[in-house]
């Protein structure tokens, strides 16, 4: 990246550029100097816009959650609930960096409140209890995010052959006497580590369950 001219560094400039890094690294790697590095500015000058880390950390994961669409109105509750559960996942599976920044401070930053607002509304309009809705919430959000990280986590290793392959010996190493259910059912376990179908499967599982305590 070019030296950042004078006057044109920005609030906006020092997001894009802070997402770039912890797409390329990771969340977890990335750091107020990195992002002045690459920008070509002194770490100080970040602090005119940013306190601190974990205050960009709000930003990033600001900018990310405010792509998401908003609550589909007229359509029934559990199809409401749907819709934000797979936009979510699916801005985290573009987005990985994304299931760090909400693991660590899942409701900080506006945007992130903005999100569960529409969703405990959503619940509170269905009949849900204040608590039921905070718990449902909970579990909702938890499903999405670990589903996200899981999802991750195997496309990482299908595209290390290594890993794959070490995966795949371990699998087949198995003694069937001792995980007789494991062995039988590892072609079908390996077709459901992930994907649209797989995870609407567990979606429609919670919904279906939610549905059964509100009548």
């Known amino acids: 990246m ?35 590095a690459e920008l070509e ?24 959650m405010s792509l998401l669409p908003p609550v589909p109105p007229e359509v029934p509750w559990p199809d409401q609930v749907r819709a934000v559960c797979r936009s979510l996942r699916l801005l985290m599976l573009q987005h990985p960096c994304l299931v760090q920044l909400l693991g660590g401070r899942p409701l900080s930053g506006h945007e ?10 959503v619940l509170r309009a269905a009949g849900f209890a204040p ?13 999405v995010l670990g589903s996200a990280s899981w999802e991750i986590q195997m496309a990482a290793e299908r595209r290390d052959p290594e890993a794959w392959r070490r995966l795949r010996v371990s699998i087949e190493s198995l003694s069937a006497r001792e995980f007789p259910a494991v062995v039988e059912l590892a072609p079908e376990l390996a077709r459901t580590t992930g994907g649209d179908e797989q995870f609407d499967y567990g979606l429609d599982l919670l919904l279906s369950g939610l549905q059964a305590r509100t009548a």
């Open 41 to 64: 500015v002194g770490p100080m000058a970040l602090y005119t816009y940013f306190r601190n880390k974990d205050d960009l950390y709000d930003a990033v994961r600001n900018h990310l």
């Open 131 to 143: 608590e039921a809705a905070a718990r449902t919430h909970t579990t909702l959000f938890t499903y």
């Open 112 to 121: 992130t409140a903005r999100v569960a607002e529409g969703l405990l509304g």
């Open 2 to 36: 070019a030296r950042t001219p004078r006057n044109t560094l920005s609030a906006d400039l020092i997001v894009r550029t802070a997402l770039e890094l912890m797409e390329a690294k990771g969340a977890g790697a990335f750091s107020l100097r990195g992002v002045a």
